[in-house]
């Protein structure tokens, strides 16, 4: 049996819950994260010591780290439609998922962070700026990428569209006034017609707005 650890509403639980879904896979859901000492427990520092989630484990197996979960469900469930075994090919998808990691997680978790977890009374606005405007660098990079593809990582949606892909929702939905590249909006909008897209991803966030202690 496949058990996941995480808040549904936390964006990194998020890329498994959607690849999860895309699969049809069948799994045990532990939504921890909101009360303090969920994730210093014993038993789930025994799982990841790094008291964080996303934390899957299927028998003997536990794997953590959102983008090595998508990988080893794919590899364990032989999703090559989304992770194509092709050295070249696969480093095609890899290379967005570090690209996520490095780059585009940084930037839209300090805008979110900064702006809508934090209370409205003690935001900074120099902090908020500099944010908006890495992810404006980042989103005009996607916006580039995607006007010579349809997916990321070629013509099919893959693990890369998952990872880069779980923030739009909310970054197009926190209240502020963001460019909207058209090549990023037409990928958001044929992202949003997958069920798993909408089963997961497309849910109400407003729990987390002026909430910086989880
Ligand atoms: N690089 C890690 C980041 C994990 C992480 O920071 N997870 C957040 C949720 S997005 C967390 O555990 N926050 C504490 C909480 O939700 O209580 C990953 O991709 O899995």
Redesign the pocket.
Known sequence: MIELW??SN????QKPLWLLAELGLDFKHYDI??NSG??ESADFLALNPRA???VLRLGDAVV????SILRYLANQFEATQFYPTDPLLRSQVERWMDWE?ASLQPAFIDLFWGYYRTPAATRQQSLIDAAQQQCRVQFDLLDAHLATQPYLAGDAFSLADIACGVCLFRYFNMGLEVEQPAQVMRWYRQLSQRDSFRLTITQPFDELEGRSN?
Do not use: H
């Open positions: 995480g808040r936390a964006y990194n639980v994260g909101r969920d994730l964080r989630v996303p953590w780290e959102s983008n990691l989880f």
